[in-house]
């Protein structure tokens, strides 16, 4: 399979919460990032986590990593219209190679 | 501080033309990448450096060269470009495997 897996959308009511899953295959992978990216624009890096740390919590944005079945999630609480876009997962392999997914594309429902 | 920048913006190219990407970074950073993104395929990894002088092949480096010939500097270059080469291409840099900062991408046409 493919070394980093995304769903390609998801759709969220504006308030609740979005978890947006990723599983990865190469279990030596020492970062793993999220990034966000809108219309038009590059990448942004939301967070990221090394690979000794289960969960990493930054104001709305909460990152769960299960290293042992290689899942990798992000949770935005109370989503808002401005968290529209493609969010990419990235892990870091030991040759420092990056490699993401193709992207969820997050949609907000009013 | 400009963080990281992109030359040009846009292209057009004709199919076995060739030209060179211009990725500069201000910020001191060893590590620097090219990408590039299309439709339902995400990023993928062209060609990577992690430091001066040093270059290394990323996922789809066939078709690409580069050289890292200055810290700040990161050149991408198409010897003769083909239509499968039309994409959107993002560098970014890193001072070591932590927050990576992208440019705004370079929007090649090859016709």
């Known amino acids: 399979g493919e070394d980093v897996e995304q769903s390609l959308f998801l759709s969220v009511r504006e308030g609740d919460s979005s978890v947006i899953n990723c599983t990865y295959t190469?279990?030596?992978?020492?970062?793993l990032y999220w990034y966000k990216q809108e219309p038009g624009a590059g990448l942004q890096l939301l967070t990221y986590?090394?690979?000794?740390?289960d969960m990493k919590q930054d104001q709305r944005l909460t990152v769960l990593l299960n290293k042992k079945d290689k899942h990798l999630s992000l949770r935005i609480a109370d989503t808002q219209t401005g968290d529209s876009a493609i969010y990419f997962c990235?892990?870091?392999?030991?040759?420092?190679?990056?490699?993401f997914g193709k992207g969820t594309r997050l949609h907000i429902l009013p | 501080n400009a963080g990281v920048t992109q030359t040009p913006k846009f292209r057009v190219l004709k199919t076995g033309q060739s030209m060179t990407l211009l990725c500069a970074q201000d910020?001191?950073?060893?590590?620097m990448y090219w990408y590039r993104q299309d439709p339902g395929m995400g990023l993928r990894l062209i060609h990577y450096?992690?430091?001066?002088?040093?270059?290394a092949k990323g996922e789809v480096p066939d078709g690409y060269n580069v050289s890292r010939l200055k810290k700040q500097n990161f050149l991408l270059g198409l010897e003769s470009a083909a239509p499968s080469q039309t994409s959107v291409y993002f560098c970014?840099?890193?001072?070591?495997?932590?927050?990576?900062?992208f440019g705004p991408g370079t929007r090649l046409t090859v016709t």
């Open positions: 986590i090394f690979s000794n740390m």
């Open positions: 970014a840099s890193s001072y070591a495997a932590g927050e990576q900062y």
């Open positions: 910020m001191n950073h060893e590590y």
């Open positions: 190469d279990s030596s992978s020492t970062y």
């Open positions: 450096s992690v430091g001066e002088g040093t270059t």
């Open positions: 990235a892990v870091m392999k030991r040759d420092d190679k990056i490699i």
